[in-house]
């Protein structure tokens, strides 16, 4: 099991969970935020930190954003906008830093309203 980051954090980035993410598996989209499902340790530290409840235990995702659970694999295992290959399993974000992509889904939505 995993966490998984949904679409409330579209054009929110917050980055709170990066920085309580004891083992750097929350990597920066163009868009939003992936959780590394292989990465993850499951220690559930990032979720009470997001300010728009964007993350979720894999299992408590509501049914409306479940397709999210798919995007957050399909980030890491699929090829990417601008990139030539999957990014696979990196083994930490920092050193990727900002990787101005999302997934197909995530960069067709619309603009998210800013509170």
Known sequence: MTYVIAEPCVDVLDRACVDECPVDCIYEGGRMLYIHPEECIDCGACEPVCPVEAIFFEDDVPDELERYTQE????????????????????GAAKLGALGTDTPHVVGLPPSPQE
Request: no cysteine.
């Open 72 to 91: 957050n694999v399909d980030f890491f295992e699929t090829t990417l906008p601008g990139r030539e290959e999957p990014l696979g399993s990196p083994g």
